[in-house]
Nanobody, 125 residues
Framework: QVQLAESGGGLVQAGGSLKLSCAAS????????IAWFRQAPGKEREFVAA????????FYADSVKDRFTISRDNGKNTVFLQMNSLKPEDTAVYYC??????????????????WGQGTQVTVSS
């Protein structure tokens, strides 16, 4: 099994930046992709960004393209989400998710096998 631990959330003013971290442990060799999702109150869980665990290809939702960057560390056990030019509509609980084994639609929550507990990001006006 894979365990995911998010950190880095907090309160930031509009236009500011935050960097989230997702540390993966356990059976990490089975991971195909790591993604960030977010969920605001009253809304469905929304795809933010994904990275292929070994190859490094990245994918972004249109709403965060050119503002957010997903990356991995040298050891490939931690994934980051650098968030710049934050907007109030970015306010949500951000979740790290791992897709195990093989490719499937990266934008769908149902595709993912493991989830972190989430970290709150609040962007004030």
């Amino acid at each position: 099994q894979v365990q995911l631990a998010e950190s880095g959330g907090g309160l930031v003013q509009a236009g500011g930046s935050l960097k989230l971290s997702c540390a993966a442990s356990g059976r990490t060799f089975s991971i195909y992709a790591i993604a960030w999702f977010r969920q605001a109150p009253g809304k469905e869980r929304e795809f933010v960004a994904a990275i292929i665990w070994s190859g490094g290809s990245t994918f972004y939702a249109d709403s965060v393209k050119d503002r957010f960057t997903i990356s991995r560390d040298n050891g490939k056990n931690t994934v980051f989400l650098q968030m710049n030019s934050l907007k109030p509509e970015d306010t949500a609980v951000y979740y790290c998710a791992a897709l195990g084994g093989y490719y499937r639609d990266l934008s769908r929550p149902i595709s993912y096998d493991y989830w972190g507990q989430g970290t709150q990001v609040t962007v004030s006006s």
